[in-house]
C-alpha cells in the first residue's frame, strides 16, 4: 500500500469521464467553453468576483501568483521549509525574473505574524539589501498543519501595512478547507489573500490546477506570462474540464474529507510518535530505521523524512480498510 | 466546419483509452512505468540512442531544447515568421534567460544555408553583438512546406561548422513525414538535427508532447529546467500514456496521413490561389474578403491571413466527405 | 589623426581637475557631497524637478531607464539600428529581465510617427504576442540626425495613447542641443520624455553619464537596480564630481559646438558624398575602397560602414586646424 | 575621524597622476594600450597564465566570476553573511541569470569544507532540488580574517570532487595577502581557486576592480557578459591605468599593510572587547550603546553592527598618529 505520496493516487473516474465529455472540437487555448466558465464557477465558490486560470501544476500556479506581485530585483517571504523553496528547483526565482526567497522559521512550516514583523523590520531600506514585495503560504502546510482564518488575518496585516503582495499555495487547499470547516472565502480574501493556488491533482485530479486572483488586477498581465512560460495548453478545454468536474457537487471537498478521514485513523494509532498535530492528510511520525523497515517488509512504502522520522500521506481513493492494516501495524511496533 | 486549427480538433479515442488504462497508482512525476518506456520508444522509432521526456506544450519543448543549447548572452537563429517569433509570447527568451531570436528571410517560412551562412558571416566576433549559439528550424514550416533531408543537412552543416546547436520545431513533424516518405532519422539527426520537439496534440492528442534529444549531453541539465519552469506534472504518467498510445502502431502517421490527405482535397480545387505548395495539413490560399464571407456564410471557418489571404488547416478526424464541400466551394467561387 | 569615434577621444582637463578636487574621505556610494547635488543641478537645467543618477556607461543607463518601463514580459519598441539593438550585446533584455526589442525602420534611425502608430496597431491584444511597453529612440540619432520637438512630441502622444515609456538615448544628447539650439527642456519632457540618457563620455567625459528621470516614479525602484547591476560605485562621488563639472558653464554645450563645427567642415567637403544630413558630429560618406585605403594611406582613420560607406566622427578637442587637412583630402579624392 | 569604511578614504595621489598620464586618445573599450597590458602584469604577479579584466565595482567582478560558472538553474554556495548575499542587492542572482544562493554557517565568516561537505551532501541529485555549480569564498572575509591556503585547499578539494567552481571575493585580497605574507599564486590558484575578484577601490582606489580568471576558458564569454551588463567603458583606458599604477611596485600591498597596522593598533587597545582575531583592516568589538555614543562624541565615526557591537575599518592613509587617539578612547572606556 502506497503512503508514499498523494501524487501516486489515481484519478477520480468523474475526471475521466469529463476529459470523455469534453472532446469535442472546441475553440483553442483557452477561448472554449469549458474555460470560460472557470470565473463564474470559481466566483461563485469564493462569493465575490474572482479571475481563475488553469495551469497543469502547482509549481506553475505558485510562480505566477508570485511573478504577478514581485518584479526581478525584489523577494519573496516565505518558510524555510516551504515547498516553493525546497522542491521546485527554483521556479519562482526563474519566473519573477531573479526574486529572492528570504526564509523565515515556524513551527510545522507556518509563518507566525511575529516572525514576519521581525524579519520585515531587520531590513534595511538600504539598495545593498534585496526588498521583500510578497509573502507566500502554505495551507494545509507542509506540514500538514493548516493556517486558521485569524492566523491569515495577522499575516495580512502586516502585508497591507507593508505593501506587500499575499500568496497562499493551497496545494492541499481542499484538505485545510475539510478541517477548518469554514467557507473558501473565510480563509482567503476575507482575510486578505491576494492570490491562491488551488489544487487538485494530489486531491484525485490528473494535471490541472487553479490559480485564483481575488487581487483580479494582477490577473491580466499573467495571461501573458502563462503564454511565455509555455503553461498555455493548446487544448485547455481538458484542463478546464477536470476542474468543472472537480468543482460539480464539491466533489473536491468530499475527496478531501476522505483522504483526512484516513490520516486521522492513522493519527490515532500513532499517538506519542506524532511530530505535528494531524490536520490534513499528511502524518509525520519519529519511527527508527528498524521500524521503517519492518512496516516496508509488511508492504507500507512511505518516505523517510531525516533522520528517525516518516511522512506518510492519505489519499482520496483509501478506504478505511485500507488504511487499517497500517495503522494497526504502526500500533504494534 | 473548423479549418481554423487542428488545435481545435478532438483527441484520439486511443488516447481516451489510454489515460483510463494508466489511471492506476504508480510513482510521481516521471518516476512511472509509463513515462520509463519514452527513450527506449523513441530511440526504437529514430533507430538510435535519444532521450525523450515529456512536455505539455510545444513551446515548452521549443524553449527548454533552445535552453540547453543557448546561453542567456546569446542568440538563435530563425526565419521570422517562426513561430517561436511570432507566437510564443517571448517563451525562448524567458526559458534560455535572455537570448535575442535573430530573425531571417526565406520563402515559405523556411531558412535557406545562403540566408543563414550569410546572417552569420555579417555577425562580427565583438563583444558589442549578440553571437548566435543555435539554429530553428520548423519542419513543417509555419507555411506547410516541408524541409527535405539535403536542405537540413546544409543548414547542419554551417551549424556544426560555427559550433551552432540546431532545433527542430515538429508541431506538424507528423505530417511531413508523412509527406517526406522518409524515416525519422532520415530527417533528423541523420541530417544533423540535436533536437527535436515532437508535436502530438495538433494530431489528435490531448497535452502531450515529445522533446527528443539527439545530442543526449543536452538532456541531463534539461530534466532540472523542465521542473523548474514548472513543467514536471505529478501525474506526469498520463503524459507518457498518450504518448506511447500515438506511437503504436504508428496512429501519429496514420493521424497526419489523414491530415495531409484532406489538405490535397483542397489544394487540388484551390490551384491558382494556393500561395505555397501544400506538403502538409495547412493551406494558404489567396482569398477577397467578399469570398472569405461567402465561405463562412456556408458554414466554414478559418483564419484570414492578412490582407487578402487565408489560412485553412484539415485535421486527422476530418473525412473526405467532410471535406470536399469547402473544396468544392472553393472551386466554385 | 583618428575619426574613429568619439569615444577614443581626451578627457577635457577641467574634470582632472574635479576628481583631484574630489579626493577627500566622504560617504560611500553616492551619499557624498557630489551625488547630493546632482537632482538640483539637473532640476535647474531642465527647469523641472528630476531625479538624476550616475552611472558609468550609456548602456547602463539606457538599459536602467528601459527596465524601469518594462517588465520582463514585455517589448521596446526602437529602430532597427539603434544602439540598444546593435551595439550593446543584449543589455536591455538583461536588465529588464527579457524583454524584446520590436525594431522598425526609419530614415537615418530616425521613428517616425507613422511607423510607430503602424507597428503598434499591427500588434494584436493576444496573449501569444509580445505587447509593447516603452519606446527607445536617440538623439542626435545613431546616423547624426537630430530629431526636433514636434517630432518627438508626435511620437510620445502615440506612448501616451497607448501606455508606452518614453526613453530617449542621448549618447549625443549634448550634440543634438547644440545643432537644435533649444533648451534642454524643449525636447525632453516638455515634448513628452519620460526619461533620459544623458551622455558625457563621448563628449570629453571619462566615466559618468547620468540617467535622468522627468517621471520621478520610476526612480526609486531603478536605485535598487543599479546596485543589483553592480553599478553603484563606492566612490562615486568621483562620478559626481565629473558631471558637476561638466555642468558648470555648459562645458558639456562647448564641447558639443566644437565637434559639431568640425563636422560641419568635413560635410562641407563631403558634397554629394554624405549620406545623411549632418546635424552632430557623425559625417556618413560614400567612399569606395581605394578612396578610404587612400585617406587611411595619409594617417586618417575612421570606420567602414559596410560596403563602399565610410563613418567620421569628430571629437570636442579637434580644431578647425586639425579638421581642415581631412576635409582638403576628402574634397581631393 | 572616520572609520565607517575603506570606501569611504581617499585615493591615492599615484592614481590620479596615473589618470592624467593615461589622457591622449587611444582606441575605445579594452582595445587601448593600459588594457593590453593587464593580463601580462596579473600573470607575471601570479607566476602563472591568467586573464584578466577591469571592472568598476567589486559586485560586477564577483558577479561575472559567478555567471561563468554558475548556469541559471543552479546554485552557488557561500556564507550566510557573504557579501554576496547581504550587500549586493541580488547581484549574483541576476548576473547568472537566476543562481540561488545557498548559505551555510562558519565562524568569522568562514566556510569549513565540513561544513561545505555537509551541505552537498544533503542536497539530493533529484530535479526537485537546486543542485549547486560554484562556492564562493571571501579573503580577507566580511569579519576581517584570512583564509590560509591550506584552508582553502581542503574547499577546493571538495569543489574539484563535485565538479564545483571556487570564486575567491577578494575585496580585501591585499589585506590579507598583508597577513598571510604568502605570494598571490599560494593562496589562489596553487590551492584551487578560479577566479578572484581582485579589490582595489577599498585600498586607494577610485573606480577600478579586476576580475582575475586562473582558469581561462571562463573568461571568453564573459567578455561578452561584462559588456551585455553594461560595464565595458568607453574609456577603459582609465581603468587600466589605475590598476597598472597599483601593481606598480607593489603599491598594493603598501597600501594595505598601512591599513593592516592600524588595524592592529586599535585592536591591541579593544583586547576583550574583540569578537574576531584580528588578522586585515577591520575591527569588530563589543561596545555598549553608551560606549558607542561616547566614542562618537569625541568625533570618531564607525558602523554599529547589531546589538552590543561596532565595526571599524582602517584606511590605508590613516597614520598611526591619526589611529591612536580612537585606540586610546577604547581602551579609556
Not at 470560460?36 to 464557477?41: F, M, Q, R, S
Not at 525546497?86 to 526567497?101: R, S
Not at 507542509?142 to 503582495?165: N, Q, S
Not at 476542474?243 to 490515532?268: H, P, S
Request: glycine share 8%.
Amino acid at each position: 500500500m502506497r503512503f508514499f505520496s498523494d501524487n501516486a493516487a489515481s484519478v477520480h473516474p468523474k475526471l475521466l469521464q469529463a476529459l470523455a465529455a469534453a472532446n469535442a472540437p472546441d475553440t483553442a487555448y483557452d477561448g472554449d467553453a469549458h474555460s470560460a466558465k472557470l470565473n463564474a464557477a470559481f466566483s461563485d465558490l469564493f462569493e465575490t468576483e474572482v479571475e481563475a486560470m488553469w495551469v497543469s501544476t502547482g509549481t506553475a500556479a505558485n510562480s505566477l501568483a508570485l511573478a504577478a506581485m514581485c518584479p526581478p530585483h525584489r523577494g519573496v517571504i516565505c518558510h524555510k521549509e516551504a515547498h516553493i523553496e525546497q522542491d521546485e528547483a527554483g521556479a519562482p526565482t526563474f519566473f519573477t525574473g531573479g526574486a529572492k526567497l528570504m526564509l523565515l522559521e515556524g513551527e510545522g512550516a507556518k509563518l507566525s505574524p511575529e516572525a514576519l514583523e521581525s524579519h520585515c523590520a531587520a531590513i534595511r531600506d538600504d539598495v545593498h539589501q534585496v526588498q521583500p514585495a510578497a509573502v507566500s503560504i502554505t495551507n494545509a502546510s507542509e506540514y500538514g498543519m493548516v493556517y486558521h482564518p485569524p492566523e491569515i488575518a495577522g499575516l495580512a496585516e502586516i502585508c497591507k501595512d507593508r505593501g506587500l503582495g499575499l500568496h497562499m499555495d493551497g496545494a492541499r487547499f481542499a484538505n485545510a478547507l475539510a478541517t477548518l470547516g469554514c467557507s473558501p472565502a473565510e480563509i482567503t480574501w476575507k482575510v486578505g489573500v491576494d492570490a491562491l493556488s488551488f489544487g487538485f491533482v494530489k486531491n484525485g485530479g490528473m494535471s490541472a490546477e487553479a490559480l485564483i486572483f481575488f487581487d483580479r488586477k494582477l490577473a491580466a498581465e499573467t495571461q501573458y506570462r502563462r503564454k511565455r512560460a509555455g503553461h498555455l495548453q493548446s487544448k485547455g478545454r481538458f484542463l478546464a474540464a477536470q476542474i468543472l468536474a472537480m468543482l460539480e457537487d464539491d466533489l473536491w471537498l468530499e475527496n478531501a474529507r476522505a483522504a483526512n478521514d484516513g490520516a486521522q485513523i492513522i493519527a490515532a494509532a500513532a499517538g506519542d510518535r506524532l511530530i505535528y498535530p494531524v490536520e490534513a492528510n499528511e502524518i509525520f511520525i519519529s519511527l527508527t530505521a528498524d521500524e521503517a523497515a519492518k512496516l516496508r517488509g509488511i508492504g507500507f512504502d512511505f518516505y523517510d523524512w531525516g533522520e528517525g522520522q516518516a511522512r506518510l500521506v492519505t489519499s482520496w481513493n483509501q478506504t478505511a480498510e485500507e488504511i487499517r492494516p497500517l495503522a494497526d501495524a504502526i500500533a504494534a511496533l
